[in-house]
T-cell receptor, first 115, second 111 residues
Framework: GAGVSQSPSNKVTEKGKDVELRCDPISGHTALYWYRQSLGQGLEFLIYFQGNSAPDKSGLPSDRFSAERTGGSVSTLTIQRTQQEDSAVYLC?????????????FGPGTRLLVL | SQQGEEDPQALSIQEGENATMNCSYKTSINNLQWYRQNSGRGLVHLILIRSNEREKHSGRLRVTLDTSKKSSSLLITASRAADTASYFCATGRAGSYQLTFGKGTKLSVIP
């Protein structure tokens, strides 16, 4: 597609349920990033993937969070046993390759609300 | 903790005026980028300035970087109502592919 797409746009779930958030990066981009943005805050890095290399999971806040990237393209961020503090906008970005000088292209985000 | 901190947190100006936003950071950086976000959704990359550059221009945008003061500024000249958005600085450090974002400056341009 022309840009990064994410689904769903909005997700409301009950505390304790698991959720899956999906990201489709720009075709041909080998690097994919997940960020979390709480209300009125900046972006918090969660995880990034580069090609077939092991992902950098250093930003994941707890072991309830996990992400995978199948076939080097689509990525899924899974949050298990959701808590109210998980409520945030989850943003995905991709870049041609992983690199500090590479522009990251962001998707529209998934707004997650945990009741 | 946030690497970049923007100030002011909010800025309201009249259309046609210039808007200046500042960003301070704490550790050595490889580069600094500015992003724009509308309506709490996806971010759009505006400009990247490398640590060995002092100033960079792109259209109505002017970015400066002072590594001795660990600060950067984003100037938007001749602002338009469509410039209303939140603006974030993001820093990248050598040895890491992570970008660290500040909390942003919310700019309102009044027609």
């Amino acid at each position: 597609g022309a840009g990064v797409s994410q689904s769903p746009s909005n997700k409301v779930t009950e505390k304790g349920k698991d959720v899956e958030l999906r990201c489709d990066p720009i075709s041909g981009h080998t690097a994919l990033y997940w960020y979390r943005q709480s209300l009125g805050q900046g972006l918090e890095f969660l995880i990034y993937f580069q090609g077939n290399s092991a992902p950098d999971k250093s930003g994941l806040p707890s072991d309830r969070f996990s992400a995978e990237r199948t076939g080097g393209s689509v990525s899924t961020l899974t949050i298990q046993r959701t808590q109210q503090e998980d409520s945030a906008v989850y943003l995905c970005a991709s870049s041609l390759v992983a690199g500090l000088r590479e522009t990251q292209y962001f998707g529209p985000g998934t707004r997650l609300l945990v009741l | 903790s946030q690497q970049g901190e923007e100030d002011p947190q909010a800025l309201s100006i009249q259309e046609g005026e210039n808007a200046t936003m500042n960003c301070s950071y704490k550790t050595s950086i490889n580069n600094l980028q500015w992003y724009r976000q509308n309506s709490g959704r996806g971010l759009v990359h505006l400009i990247l300035i490398r640590s060995n550059e002092r100033e960079k221009h792109s259209g109505r945008l002017r970015v400066t970087l002072d590594t001795s003061k660990k600060s950067s500024s984003l100037l938007i000249t001749a602002s338009r109502a469509a410039d209303t958005a939140s603006y974030f600085c993001a820093t990248g450090r050598a040895g890491s592919y992570q970008l660290t974002f500040g909390k942003g400056t919310k700019l309102s341009v009044i027609p």
